[in-house]
């Protein structure tokens, strides 16, 4: 795939006063080389002409030009250009329309990549979104909203934590417990929550380290209940390992534990 990158970058710098031509050669490079990012420049200069060319793509039976009709639109497409117009909601929806049952699960993981980025500044437009979605059935459906939700779900937005059939700030914790409150830098933060679940429905489960101007959460776990008081425990092993991207100083910091979107459990310890 990356040794065609030259063609489809020279596309995207050199081509973007030719629309049509620009497009048709991205149409037949995409499968050999990814072209989200080539796409980019002809978007912003030719917004809707070039659009209108990506809703014919979303019915190739190419997945990977299908793909690209998805990709290529992102709101906020990782490493690729800033094309604003695209950040408001609207534009690209009738492409998702078209591909959110798709039977490639290359093209509808990138649906769902592309409602979890407009639920970044769109929180209630991409819930409208996937509801709609749910209501109009399909194949594989479910599998696409879980994925295109997980931001939200993540953040605790009731509206999505009720599309996943969760009820919001469900769920008693019954013990939490670390086996150590002093967690040397490199080593882990071994810990197991004992809970119950207050209604029926899924328990969406996540947890939080917070220190002095940081707050980050991290999946736990996710358990369907079938009845209130229905007991669940899970151990959770947190690596404080150093890595490149991520400073971690020592001090104290608190362990939060996170039910369907409400904090319901804290405890403090100390990495050193």
Do not use: C
Not at 89 to 103: E, Y
Not at 127 to 134: V, Y
Not at 230 to 236: D, L, W
Request: no cysteine; glycine share 8%.
């Amino acid at each position: 795939m990356w040794s065609g990158w030259p063609a489809t970058e020279h596309v995207g710098t050199h081509g973007v006063e030719h629309l049509d031509e620009s497009m048709a050669t991205l149409a037949v490079l995409t499968p050999h080389s990814t072209g989200e990012f080539a796409v980019r420049p002809l978007l912003e200069r030719h917004r809707m002409d070039a659009l209108e060319i990506m809703y014919r793509w979303a019915d190739s039976p190419d997945e990977h030009l299908r793909r690209l009709a998805s990709e290529g639109t992102r709101p906020r497409l990782p490493w690729g250009s800033r094309v604003r117009w695209l950040m408001e909601p609207g534009p690209a929806i009738p492409i998702l329309d078209a591909l959110r049952d798709d039977p490639s699960e290359y093209v509808r993981r990138s649906v769902a990549n592309h409602v979890n980025d407009i639920a970044k500044d769109h929180p209630e437009t991409a819930i409208d979104l996937l509801g709609r979605w749910r209501d109009q059935g399909g194949s594989h459906v479910e599998r696409v909203l879980r994925h295109a939700a997980r931001g939200l779900i993540k953040a605790g937005h009731p509206r999505a934590l009720t599309l996943m059939g969760a009820v919001p700030g469900s769920g008693t914790i019954n013990d939490l417990t670390l086996d150590t409150d002093q967690v040397p830098i490199g080593d882990h933060l071994r810990f197991t929550v004992t809970l119950t679940a207050d209604h029926p429905g899924p328990l969406v489960l996540k947890y939080a380290i917070r220190r002095d101007n940081s707050h980050r959460v991290f999946h736990l776990a996710q358990r369907p209940t079938a009845e209130p008081g229905q007991p669940i425990t899970v151990t959770k092993s947190h690596s404080f390992r150093p890595v490149t991207t991520r400073n971690e100083p020592p001090g104290p910091r608190t362990l939060e534990i996170i039910i369907n979107g409400t904090t319901r459990a804290s405890a403090p310890f100390l990495l050193k």
